[in-house]
């Protein structure tokens, strides 16, 4: 059973940037087991987005064009993930998920079964 926690969270100007990290831990992976980490979001009345994925083994990424070059995603040897954020705009503002699951790397929320409890991030004009 993988856990996430997310942290990272809080209020900031437009414009301005956030690092948001994910800690997984009963996560037993080697470095060729075949994992993706992701980091959703999801707006008040909206559905819940997939912004980006990193791949293990290797640390391939993807990211959505909603927020392609102002978020960044990335991995460490501890299996915890981030989110760099940068530019940030109201429009930013939601609730930001991290995800995991095993196998090939998926945008789609049904794809992943293991979930943080997130973490909000608001973004004020």
């Known amino acids: 059973q993988v856990q996430l926690v997310e942290s990272g969270g809080g209020s900031v100007q437009a414009g301005g940037s956030l690092r948001l990290s994910c800690e997984a831990s009963?996560?037993?992976?080697?470095?060729?087991?075949?994992?993706?980490m992701a980091w959703f979001r999801q707006a008040p009345g909206k559905e819940r987005e997939g912004i980006a994925t990193?791949?293990?083994?290797?640390?391939?990424t993807t990211v959505a064009d909603s927020v392609k070059g102002r978020f960044t995603i990335s991995r460490d040897n501890a299996k915890n993930a981030y989110l760099q954020m940068n530019n940030l705009t109201p429009e930013d503002t939601a609730m930001f998920y991290c995800?995991?699951?095993?196998?090939?790397?998926?945008?789609?929320?049904?794809?992943?079964?293991?979930w943080g409890q997130g973490t909000q991030v608001t973004v004020s004009s």
């Open positions: 995800a995991f699951r095993w196998g090939r790397c998926d945008l789609g929320v049904s794809a992943f079964r293991f």
């Open positions: 009963a996560l037993s992976a080697g470095i060729h087991t075949m994992y993706c």
């Open positions: 990193i791949y293990n083994p290797g640390a391939s």
